[in-house]
């Protein structure tokens, strides 16, 4: 069997990939921020200055408005860069978990930037037509600009309007990303114009920035990022996006489990697959029209050309998938993604799976039965609304993998707590934990056992939020 997450649902139980400790993850992606935002204003101030001398507020505005340009440019470059899903990037931030959270924030910070450019840009034309400022006299216009400077000085107006309207665009399609509510069929299409307004706000940058950072090593700094970007953003519009990782597949089975809402999928493959191991996601499209959808596997590879998905009905679009769905239909395969592969120095495991987090738990099962590691393992299995035949397929996967299997469910035996979980695996700080499930449950276990004296490095969750 296969397993598969949807990450609009995160939060009653998304995708799983490798995750340790948020604090630690949040850290790692926090100082990822922090070194663009530091090095962007480093390079910037070498180019220009914080505060003019003569205290003049026009040239304190002139100076703040490159700025916050250069911040919000720089941000929505590396934003786009990780937008397309370049897998070679996984290893350096721990899984594509990491880079899209970086990414989610790197838009916040675009959104936060863009605003005070705007604001830096506009609101002094307004104080002076309200009077609060006066404007300084201006002496007669003597154009010094040669060449390339010329050319671009005579575009200043076009840029300025595109970057305006670009602006409020970008604002509108950033916000509508952070609204979770707002449905992912429509979140996908709107946020690949995000691309478009990129573009458009490249143009704007490099024909409104000041001239002389071409010459300075934020120029050609700004330049890199923006060539990437750009590319990122051309590669999102062509549908190029993770277009390496990608078969064509086609259904081959369809299982219903009706009592916990789970239909199991299993696709066979018509194109080259990498493989993957367990614990990865892969995206797949069963609709164009909505689009690509991350969903954990369920199945190990054994280099058959199949693979299983378990897909729990949380939302319209999963849940019209039973009635949606033939074998023999055609299917996007894009992966595989993620970095929850179980690894660890310590001799023991304890899994723990909170409704569909199940998944990745039944894909290394399958890949224990055939390639034992010699760990031991405690699999608890929790959940609200049980089928007895998804269950009786979990103990069938435990017991060949030699896992052994605590199924609870919550209106019969209650919920597990730490405490409840070290009594029933008592050498519990020989072992490492791997969590997938809702992320209240996961944290409310992890502080629990790092009360009593877990290492934050033993306690694996999952961290993903596709917005």
Known sequence: MSSFRYWANLRRGGLCGRATHE????????????ILLIGLSALWLAADTLYPADGNFFALRNSQVNYTGIITIGAMSVGMVLAVRPAALESLFGGLDKMYRLHKWLGVTALVGSLLHWLWSDAPKWMVGWGWLVKPARGPHVDQTMGLESVFHSQRGVAGSVGEWAFYTA??????ALIKQFPYR???RLHRLLAVVYLLLVFHAVLLMKFSYWNEPVGATMAVLMLAGSAAAFGSLLRQVGFRHRAPGVIAALVPHPDNRVLRVTIRLKGRWAGHKAGQFAFVT???????????I???????????????GLGDYTDSLPASLRVGDVVKVEGPYGRFNFTGSKTRQIWVAGGIGITPFMARMETL??????????????????????IANVHRHAEAAAVRLHVLVAQKDGKL?????RAMVPDWLA???????????????RRNFAAQGMQNDDFHQELFDMR
């Open 23 to 34: 604090s630690l993850v949040m850290k790692r992606i926090a100082l990822s921020l922090a």
């Open 171 to 176: 604002v509108l399609l950033i916000v509508v």
């Open 186 to 188: 429509h979140f996908f």
């Open 286 to 296: 069963f609709d164009h029209s909505e689009g690509p959808h991350p969903f954990t």
């Open 298 to 312: 369920s199945s190990g590879w054994n280099g058959d050309g199949t693979m299983d998905f378990l897909i729990k």
């Open 369 to 390: 039965s055939v390639a034992p590691d010699g760990k031991i393992v405690d699999l608890f299995y929790c959940t609200n609304v049980p089928d007895e035949g998804f």
């Open 417 to 421: 707590s730490g405490e409840r979980a």
């Open 431 to 445: 072992a490492d934990i791997w969590f997938c499930g809702p992320t209240g449950f996961g944290h409310a276990l």
